[in-house]
């Protein structure tokens, strides 16, 4: 079982909808990502927090818009999207991000995203 | 910017044969290097890591080692398994200020039996 749970495992949405994906952990982990995958292709990185703070914005579209209530916590907060928005959105959690690095990301199964 | 290049699959093997992918980086200081897992419908699970030269990494009968003279960090494993098939990913911090990853292309494995 992941260490990162994500909801909802499915969503299918129209272009004008909102809805908001979830992430949670309890590893007390201060480091926290939001990742988008293509099919048959790595995962792009979007989003960081580090200590509920935004640190690293990957320029994304506004229609993606993150939130980090409190450290166990990170929502994608979803609007207008696109067609081309359809893939796998997925969340992952490290110690923090001021150390060298050495501590691996823990993913969570991620949910797919389908955008009619 | 740090970079990684990872051979492209499909890989196809019988079970019990012995597996290598490459993957080789280009990056300023010293990255941590990992291999990352995906199955079918799943997120990535960590295989292993390397965090300085000469670093093995080793789980579930995979190996890497990070050698930093020919900047690589090759995955082996020496008998695979109908269970192994997934997609693996060589990933590196992309600087050493912070964890974020960058991600080779992947590379899929089919192990028959």
């Known amino acids: 079982d992941t260490e990162v749970t994500q909801t909802p495992k499915h969503l299918v949405m129209g272009m004008t909808n909102k809805k908001s994906l979830k992430c949670e952990q309890h590893?007390?982990?201060?480091?926290m990502y939001w990742y988008k995958q293509k099919a048959k292709k790595p995962p792009e990185l979007m989003f960081v927090y580090s200590y509920e703070k935004l640190s690293i914005n990957e320029s994304v579209p506004s229609r993606f818009s993150p939130e980090c209530p409190n450290s166990s916590l990170l929502n994608l907060h979803l609007h207008a999207l696109q067609p081309e928005d359809s893939a796998l959105y997925l969340c992952a959690s490290s110690q923090e991000v001021a150390r060298q690095g050495h501590q691996p990301q823990h993913f969570g199964d991620g949910t797919r995203l389908s955008i009619l | 910017g740090n970079s990684v290049t990872q051979m492209e699959g499909p890989v196809t093997l019988s079970e019990e044969a012995f597996l290598t992918i490459n993957c080789t980086y280009t990056a300023t200081g010293y990255p941590s290097l990992f291999w990352y897992v995906q199955y079918p419908g799943e997120g990535l699970q960590l295989l292993l890591k390397?965090?300085?030269?000469?670093d093995k990494g080793s789980n579930k009968g995979f190996e890497a080692t990070y050698r930093k003279e020919t900047t690589s960090f090759h995955l082996e494993k020496g008998s695979v398994q109908v269970s192994d098939s997934a997609v693996y990913f060589c990933a590196l911090t992309r600087n050493q200020a912070g964890t974020a990853l960058i991600f080779g292309k992947g590379t899929t494995l089919s192990v028959s039996s």
């Open positions: 590893m007390g982990h201060r480091a």
């Open positions: 390397a965090t300085k030269a000469d």
